[in-house]
């Protein structure tokens, strides 16, 4: 499962809005079995919104996450963007119009909007592209959409994060789990090295002896420590993700073995 | 000033590390004149980087930002990835080394290494795309690099926080400033209201009355507040900033008029 996430959000590009949403999801994806291939963070407009959901789908990505820009206000320009790309017109969706209308209700009885009343730019928030479904936003005003095209899947989410989270645990997790075809292990370990370049080669010999392991080095700022984080990863799509955890372990081991060979010393 | 950046990391797309040289880099920029056009975040791998840098090229971005895989381990790919997207060989650059090698001196005078010699991976660093120019790195190991073609500026920096904040303001703001031809300015406040969709046709209103004026709600997590904040932003290729933060106080009066009567009892 390639993922591509599309962030749409001027705040977030101008520095406003640090964009959290992407980790969130990341973290959450990884484990089953998803592969994060590309991320795309554009301004809140049309064509950019278009060009982007263009560019990870022909990118090959099976899963496209996109966050932002389904509320109510003029810069919200996600639902007429994914029109856009997917060249259908939009359209008020029955079943979103009864989300939006419950959640307007909701707020009304607790005094939290002067009037539950449908306006236009609540509306806005249910008229989807032709073909898309609605997911329900119990946290929230705005619907999240979802569409299938070409084998791909593409998802949009409110880019509150509260309301992001929440929709996609509620009703997009199960939908990927059917997905689910890899095996996934990842460790992160702390050692204190000297000097990233030394490690280098060491890398390059662990990764050899075991194949497919991913080992990145993750340093600190220069001169502040001399604690280097390395992250051991391994996907499979035969294995189970126990006996990666175990590859990853031995890896571990031999890991430390040639730094204490390099580094004698320590 | 057009600027695209692009982000290198599988740490960043995979979760582990959250991308903060972006919007640093954008709250630096924006005051000189630049908008903040794509971002892209692409993992360690050789065509997703020379990918993404002819996208930003071809994209009409007139400033290239790189982020990230400058070191000196197997995983960092940036300068290969620069120059197959420039189509030019790596060589070993005079000026280049002579960084690395005052670097890691200056790290084994300290103690902080256990050799000065250039080994390759250390060697590495100072292998740039021919062409380029290394800009000087004094807080970390790896040169940044800079090169122009076809009118566009592209400059790579370490995607260590402090090594890519320290070279942008050591070597790059001064090149920038003589490209900065726009002016801007941005105020955000903070104002109680019960809605964002109710706001939404006030916020196109003040639109309509402030050309150019650039208005964006930011909403809190649901029900949390009836706190919203609004961006207000303007740039101009005649007017000063002082001039722009006129325009934007006034629209800020408007929009508070507004507000009051909507909102009456607030």
Redesign the interface.
């Known amino acids: 499962m390639l993922v591509g996430i599309l962030i749409i959000g001027?705040?977030v590009?101008?520095?406003?809005?640090?964009?959290?949403n992407?980790?969130?999801?990341?973290?959450r994806l990884?484990p089953l079995g998803a592969k994060?291939?590309?991320?795309?963070?554009?301004?809140?407009e049309l064509n950019?919104i278009s060009w982007?959901i263009h560019?990870l789908m022909g990118g090959g990505c099976d899963v496209i996450f996109v966050s932002g820009g389904l509320?109510?206000?003029?810069?919200d320009m996600t639902l007429q963007g994914l029109a856009q790309a997917l060249d259908v017109e939009l359209e008020l969706n029955p079943q979103a119009l009864a989300i939006v209308e419950r959640q307007?209700q909701w707020?009304h009885e607790?005094g939290?909007?002067?009037t539950p009343e449908i306006?236009?730019?609540?509306k806005k928030?249910a008229k989807l592209p032709e073909g898309t479904i609605p997911l329900d936003n119990r946290?929230?005003?705005a619907p999240g959409v979802l569409v299938e095209r070409k084998n791909r899947l593409i998802i949009a989410l409110p880019g509150?994060?509260?309301?992001f989270k929440a929709i996609y645990e509620t009703e997009v997790e199960q939908l990927l789990l059917k997905k689910h075809s890899r095996s996934y292990s990842e460790v992160?370990i702390e050692r204190e090295v000297?000097?990233?370049?030394?490690?280098?080669?060491l890398?390059?010999q662990l990764?050899t002896q075991f194949p497919n392991l991913?080992v990145?080095?993750?340093?600190?700022?220069?001169?502040?420590s001399?604690k280097i984080r390395f992250?051991f990863?391994l996907s499979s799509d035969e294995e189970g993700s126990e006996t990666l955890r175990k590859i990853i372990n031995r890896a571990i081991e031999t890991f430390d073995e040639l730094l204490k060979s390099t580094n004698p010393g320590k």
């Open positions: 001027n705040e590009l101008d520095g406003l809005t640090l964009d959290t992407s980790n969130w999801l990341a973290r990884i994060i291939k590309t991320r795309i963070t554009v301004r809140d950019a982007a560019q509320g109510p206000t003029h810069d307007y707020l607790r939290l909007v002067d306006t236009d730019p609540r928030m946290v929230g005003g509150v994060p509260a309301e992160v000297k000097d990233e370049s030394m490690i280098a080669p890398i390059d990764m991913w990145k080095s993750l340093p600190p700022a220069y001169g502040t001399n992250w990863s």
